[in-house]
């Protein structure tokens, strides 16, 4: 079965508007994508039908939103593939999750003079969090670089590992580049010497199937407002064994066993890892969103983007000056480009002016930059409701764009 785009469009009515009287063309989906019809009225439905605080109360509303919000676990478990629902932890998103692991891990296992691997295509978020655990445990960040192509070089990873070495941090998906990294590969070179493997499955989620088990993930992070459900919401997967032994991140209400002056003991997993009242409306909107990407097909949606990756990469190779960053053969739909001459901003603002939303600039990913010695880009990135024929209107606008300057 094919995906539909314009039956998909119709789920999504934002993007049936005008911005600055031209049809919007929405390529920031990287950035953050909308959300369709469906998980709107998931959202109404708790709002004005029942919504409640989860796991407390005994009324039928609370009951109801904790059962939602509990059949979510379970719609995340099986999406992934996760041995069991303990496994699955609901964070604010994927900047959360590796928080929560880089301070919890660190906690359990880094100790002064330990390593982390973190690839070089990083967004920050995978970075920073590192370094303030680095900082804190008297450990060390060692870089994992990629080639010019935008992948990662895999035969200097044996090599860069130690016997201090206790963690690679690592993309499935980089942001700027597009580049699929092979998780798998990589998990059987880290566990071969006993190292585990996070992997932030931001950029992945949404574009191809994920089985944390086949890859061989230690931690898997993502958030929800990539994948066509809430902001403000996301997941942290984590192997069982590992978290058991990893303290929580943070106190207070629902993580708790009982509390004594004395001393506390602690929830089993996953509400270990879950203090305070979470995002109980954003985690019901999420499980709204994997039913709409299960529908399409997450197989299906892979075909599509990735027809439109190939579509839109051979034409703007014909522009002249055009320099595209990210050249891997296993891409996901984002591509990374500058036009000679011109400052990625200026396009980018150029080409809002024209209804086209992209991004441009060093996409929280300031390494990337550096790697190539440039400021920015511009980065157009799909998702499942684009179409050949924004793809068709693009190309003239940006055309414009450049005979401008
Ligand atoms: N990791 C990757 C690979 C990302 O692309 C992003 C967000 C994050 C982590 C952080 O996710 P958050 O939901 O916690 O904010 N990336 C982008 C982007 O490419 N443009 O805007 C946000």
New binding site residues.
């Given amino acids: 079965m094919n995906l539909d785009p314009i039956k998909i469009r119709q789920d999504f009515p934002i993007l049936q508007q005008k911005i600055y009287n031209k049809p919007l063309i929405y390529f920031?989906s990287?950035?953050?994508s909308q959300r369709p019809l469906q998980v709107q009225e998931k959202i109404r439905q708790i709002d004005q039908e029942y919504y409640g605080n989860i796991h407390r109360a005994v009324h039928y509303m609370a009951d109801k939103a904790t059962a939602d919000y509990e059949t979510t676990r379970e719609k995340v478990r099986s999406l992934i593939n996760a041995g069991t629902t303990a496994e699955i932890i609901f964070t604010?998103?994927?900047?959360?999750?590796?928080n929560l692991v880089a301070w919890s891990f660190g906690e359990a296992f880094i100790s002064a003079g330990d390593e982390i691997i973190v690839s070089e295509m990083?967004?920050?978020?995978?970075i920073v969090p590192w370094q303030l655990m680095a900082g804190r445990k008297g450990a060390k960040i060692v870089m994992l670089p990629f080639n010019n192509k935008g992948e990662l070089e895999l035969d200097k990873l044996p090599g860069l590992i130690s016997e201090k070495t206790k963690l690679i941090a690592v993309?499935?998906?980089?942001?700027?580049l597009g580049t699929v990294n092979p998780v798998a590969e990589i998990a059987a070179i880290a566990h071969a010497r006993g190292v585990k493997l996070f992997v932030?499955?931001?950029?992945?989620i949404q574009h191809l199937p994920v089985d944390v088990q086949a890859l061989g993930a230690d931690f898997y992070?993502?958030?929800?407002?990539?994948m066509y459900g809430p902001?403000g919401v996301?997941v942290l997967y984590g192997r069982k064994e590992l978290l058991e032994q990893m303290p929580p991140y943070q106190g207070g209400g629902e993580m708790i066993s009982e509390v004594r002056f004395s001393g506390t003991t602690f929830n089993e997993l996953p509400y270990k890892f879950e203090a305070g009242t979470p995002n109980i409306t954003g985690v019901i909107g999420l499980g709204a969103a994997i039913d709409y990407l299960l529908e399409a097909g997450i197989e299906n949606i892979s075909v599509h983007e990735q027809a439109l990756l190939k579509y839109a990469t051979e034409k703007l190779m014909q522009i002249p000056g055009m320099k595209i960053y990210g050249e891997s053969k296993n891409k996901s739909g984002?591509i990374s480009f500058n036009v000679e001459g011109i400052h990625s901003f200026d396009l980018g603002t150029m080409l809002d002016k024209m209804g086209i939303a992209v991004?441009t600039g060093h996409?929280?990913?300031d390494p990337v930059m550096q790697h190539f010695g440039i400021p920015g880009t511009v980065?157009m990135?799909f998702g499942i409701y684009n179409t050949r024929e924004e793809i068709d209107a693009f190309l003239p606008a940006l055309k414009k764009v450049i005979s401008l300057f």
């Fill in positions: 920031d990287a950035a953050s604010k998103g994927t900047t959360e999750s590796v990083e967004h920050h978020s995978n993309a499935h998906v980089s942001n700027v932030d499955g931001a950029q992945a992070a993502f958030s929800a407002h990539k902001n996301g984002v991004r996409h929280c990913a980065r990135s």
